[in-house]
């Protein structure tokens, strides 16, 4: 066809494809992965220099270890121990003292013969007052008595021989020299002192010899047995001499 005019031949082969367009990145996200980068590059070099938490620590103390100390066991006593006590002390009771022995009571000791030779010369209701014992050179033996409920006072000497008991007995009339051998009667004080003979029993044995005086201490009869060789001398400190010469008669002795 040649009277109109042809179209221009047109390349209809595919175009090249076009680059993607690019995303649209929201301005908020941008920031944050900006800052995150930041923070990261800041650690990184802390870590490596040592710096902030990363630096290394300037006084290490060692921490301290406890030690539990045993406490120290007690030392071993006689008993076990006890709490202390919360309320008052308590008492401890007192040990009971043990119980002594009695005592044995001594035994008599016997007297010597001569002693309880005399008291048995002596009257019994005047014997029970008495104590006797040895006596010395000439005095064989002699016993002390309070008779009469101890109103009176008589002491009975017992001699080895009649020589000596009249030795002794004839120093004693000495003594007061207004006194005069066979004179006054002991039976009458009025006529004190008086000195004599006596006789004993209802056929008048001779006895011995009777001394009877009174003097600011008291009033006294002194006697001999010439048969046992004993010397008496009673004594009343209440100048009774009623009382004194009727114990030498009924009560006396010696037998």
Same mark, same amino acid.
């Given at each position: 066809m040649t009277g109109e005019p042809q179209p221009e031949p047109r390349d209809v082969s595919p175009p090249p494809p076009?680059? #993607?367009?690019?995303?649209d990145v929201?301005? $908020?996200?941008?920031?944050? $992965?900006?800052?995150?980068?930041?923070?990261?590059? $800041?650690l990184v070099i802390a870590l490596i220099f040592g710096l902030g938490p990363f630096a290394p620590p300037t006084d290490i103390s060692p921490t301290p270890t406890t030690v539990v100390q045993q406490p120290p066991s007690p030392a071993p006593t006689d008993r076990p121990t006890s709490p202390p006590p919360t309320g008052p002390a308590p008492t401890e009771p007192t040990p009971a003292l043990p119980t002594p022995a009695p005592t044995p009571s001594p035994s008599p000791v016997p007297l010597p013969t001569d002693a309880a030779s005399l008291l048995g010369r002596i009257p019994e209701e005047v014997r029970r007052t008495c104590a006797a014992q040895r006596g010395t050179s000439?005095?064989?033996?002699?016993?002390t008595c309070t008779p009469v409920d101890? @109103?009176?006072?008589?002491?009975?000497?017992?001699?080895?021989?009649?020589? *000596?008991m009249h030795d002794v007995y004839d120093r004693l009339v000495a003594?007061?020299?207004?006194? *005069?051998?066979?004179?006054?009667?002991?039976?009458?004080? @009025?006529?004190?002192?008086?000195?004599?003979?006596?006789?004993?029993?209802?056929?008048?044995? #001779?006895?011995g010899r009777l001394l009877c005086i009174s003097a600011d201490d008291g009033a006294s009869i002194t006697w001999t047995d010439d048969l046992l060789n004993i010397l008496s001398?009673?004594?009343?400190?209440e100048m009774n001499f009623?009382?004194?010469? $009727?114990?030498?008669?009924? *009560?006396?002795?010696?037998?």
């Open positions: 076009s680059p #993607p367009p690019a995303a929201p301005p $908020l996200a941008l920031a944050g $992965l900006l800052i995150a980068v930041i923070v990261g590059l $800041l000439p005095v064989v033996a002699f016993a101890g @109103t009176l006072v008589v002491v009975y000497s017992l001699y080895a021989s009649a020589a *000596e003594m007061s020299a207004e006194i *005069e051998r066979d004179t006054g009667s002991c039976a009458r004080p @009025t006529t004190w002192p008086a000195e004599g003979e006596y006789t004993v029993g209802e056929e008048g044995r #001779p006895g001398v009673a004594t009343s400190r009623q009382r004194l010469w $009727l114990f030498w008669q009924t *009560e006396s002795g010696p037998y």
